[in-house]
């Protein structure tokens, strides 16, 4: 699934905190990941589903911590995420559907309409994978004010969302790692 046995480039093996022995690129299935800057505990491969000309593009992300090649059972769970992604984006929209109406994220008279459309405005879904199978969903577009200034993140134990917030300045930086990882 992955092409691990590919060496660094060059370049790549001469960049303060890039491990030589961590592959530039993962496969899986028909995505091409391509590893990304990322503090030296953490090695983090992104990349974009094909998708239909003119569809926005959907990103996957790997992340390794600490920072090591990814074992072949966090490639397969990846694949799964894949494969399934419409159907698991579309839980988390009515995951977030149900959850958002609750008092403690403060949606305002107009947001808590936005409930009750037929599309909820989130757009633009990533999936990001964790080495533990973990994983989650976040919408980097939406009209929520909870989803200034980075989006809106639905976590995933297996193909059940358990979880949602808001992204905002506290909780994930400007590289796009949250702070608690």
Same mark, same amino acid.
Request: proline fraction near 9%.
């Given at each position: 699934?992955?092409?691990?046995?590919?060496?660094?480039?060059?370049?790549?093996?001469?960049?303060?905190?890039?491990?030589?022995?961590? @592959?530039?690129?993962?496969?899986?299935?028909?995505?091409?990941?391509?590893?990304?800057?990322?503090?030296?505990?953490?090695?983090?491969?992104?990349?974009?589903? @094909?998708?239909?000309?003119?569809?926005?593009?959907?990103? /996957?992300?790997?992340?390794?911590? @600490?920072?090591?090649?990814?074992?072949?059972?966090?490639?397969?769970?990846?694949?799964?995420?894949?494969?399934?992604?419409?159907?698991?984006?579309?839980?988390?929209?009515?995951?977030?559907?149900?959850? /958002?109406?609750?008092?403690?994220?403060?949606?305002?008279?107009?947001? /808590?309409?936005?409930?009750? !459309?037929?599309? !909820?405005?989130?757009?633009?879904?990533?999936?990001?994978?964790?080495?533990?199978?973990?994983?989650?969903?976040?919408?980097?577009?939406?009209?929520?004010?909870?989803?200034?200034?980075?989006?809106?993140?639905?976590?995933?134990?297996?193909?059940?969302?358990?979880?949602?917030?808001? /992204?905002?300045?506290?909780?994930?930086?400007?590289?796009?790692?949250?702070?608690?990882?």
């Amino acid at each position: 699934m992955s092409d691990n046995g590919a060496p660094p480039s060059s370049s790549a093996a001469e960049e303060p905190g890039v491990d030589a022995k961590l @592959p530039e690129t993962v496969r899986i299935a028909e995505v091409v990941l391509t590893r990304v800057e990322s503090p030296p505990s953490l090695a983090c491969w992104s990349g974009c589903f @094909p998708e239909p000309a003119g569809a926005v593009e959907t990103g /996957l992300s790997l992340l390794i911590e @600490p920072a090591a090649p990814p074992e072949e059972a966090t490639l397969r769970f990846a694949h799964d995420v894949m494969s399934r992604f419409d159907v698991l984006v579309d839980q988390a929209v009515e995951y977030c559907r149900t959850r /958002l109406r609750e008092s403690q994220f403060e949606l305002t008279a107009e947001e /808590l309409s936005w409930l009750d !459309l037929p599309e !909820l405005p989130l757009a633009v879904p990533e999936a990001t994978v964790w080495a533990d199978q973990s994983w989650a969903i976040r919408f980097t577009e939406s009209r929520f004010r909870l989803a200034d200034p980075y989006g809106i993140l639905v976590t995933f134990n297996g193909t059940q969302p358990v979880d949602v917030e808001g /992204l905002d300045d506290e909780g994930f930086d400007d590289e796009g790692f949250d702070d608690e990882e």
